[in-house]
């Protein structure tokens, strides 16, 4: 089993987005994936209160002593995959994840102020030694000399950059409002196009293989 922790101190930097985009792509590609919500405010479980389909499970973990225990009931269930959703200002939560993770995502507005927040993300990311890695969220879709400048910034906190982005589209809201996620709304859409470029990349990065893609149960 691989686990991705997604990670930012900063509220509203689009940890459970992400969180949930990956998560479908994963199990849509045959992955059996499992979302672990450790985030008080429940907003990937409330999520899955609102979706019709049975997968992928979101399981709630209340705190940070419990998160190894609740890993291994995942792997019991059979999970090949889990995203922990993790909420903001909260380093006891985040240190545990990233301590669980294969791989620690970092989502984050390119944007000053929450380019400044990163650095005590990036301090939780290099004290676990895991790999991690800011993705560029809710950003401009073209905007070349601002991503240049926020990647120059990530890169001096000593955090890598993944060469994908979830940039600000109405699709990820609009979806996620609605328990479903972009690419399930409109499969030929921009958003589920940035969300198959994640999906693959943090598939090679945590060395995942696929199978035939699965459907899905009903609820
Ligand atoms: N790429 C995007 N494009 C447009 N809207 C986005 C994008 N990513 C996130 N959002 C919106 O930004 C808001 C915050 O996103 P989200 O809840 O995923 O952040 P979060 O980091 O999980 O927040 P919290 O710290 O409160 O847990 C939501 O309204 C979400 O729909
Ligand atoms: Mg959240």
Redesign the pocket.
Known sequence: MKTVA?I?Q???????????HLAVAAQSAGVVTLVLDA?P?A?ASTWSTWREAAEPDVIDCASPPLLARKLEQAAALGAELVVI?????ADSMSAAACRAADLILV?CRPRGFDLAAVQQTADLVRVSGKPGFVVF???PIRAPKLYAEAAELIRGFGLELAPVT????????HA??AGRTAGEVDPAGK?AAEVAALWTWTRERVNLSTRQPNKGKAK
């Open positions: 997604v930012s900063k509220g509203g930097a689009g940890k459970t987005t992400l969180a949930l985030d405010q907003t959703d993790t909420p903001p200002h989502p969220t809710a950003g979830m940039s600000e589209r109405a699709a990820y809201h996620t409002g958003a």
